[in-house]
């Protein structure tokens, strides 16, 4: 059964950063599909960033130019590596494994990290 395990939050200074990471287990040999997700208090969840199996990327506007993704296969972990935060970054960030692609194809899922907290100060 694949479990995913978040880490990295925690709280720093405006113009900081974090590195943030979700590691899966429970599967070997494949490429995944991941995205990252937020929601601060009182606020829908909102879309953050992706990586698809291939290694093609997407931002969230608010995010772009200060947020990467990337992950490494052989650890089946993705990172979001976020630079120059804002207070507006605060929020409980969220992996997802949408799929992996393995050898037999590729498995489309739903599976959620528990979630790291991103508190920014000003």
């Known amino acids: 059964q694949v479990q995913l395990m978040e880490s990295g939050g925690g709280s720093v200074q405006a113009g900081g950063s974090l590195r943030l990471s979700c590691a899966a287990s429970?599967?070997?040999?494949?490429?995944?599909?991941w995205d990252w997700y937020r929601q601060a208090p009182g606020k829908e969840r909102e879309f953050v960033s992706s990586?698809?199996?291939?290694?093609?990327?997407t931002y969230a506007d608010s995010v772009k130019g200060r947020f990467t993704v990337s992950r490494d296969s052989a650890k089946n972990t993705v990172y979001l590596q976020a630079n120059k935060l804002i207070p507006e970054d605060t929020a409980m960030y969220y992996c997802?494994?949408?799929?992996?692609?393995?050898?037999?194809?590729?498995?489309?899922?739903?599976?959620w990290g528990q979630g790291t907290q991103v508190t920014i100060s000003s």
């Open positions: 997802r494994l949408r799929g992996v692609y393995c050898a037999g194809g590729y498995r489309p899922l739903n599976i």
């Open positions: 429970g599967y070997t040999y494949c490429n995944s599909y």
């Open positions: 990586i698809t199996t291939d290694g093609s990327t």
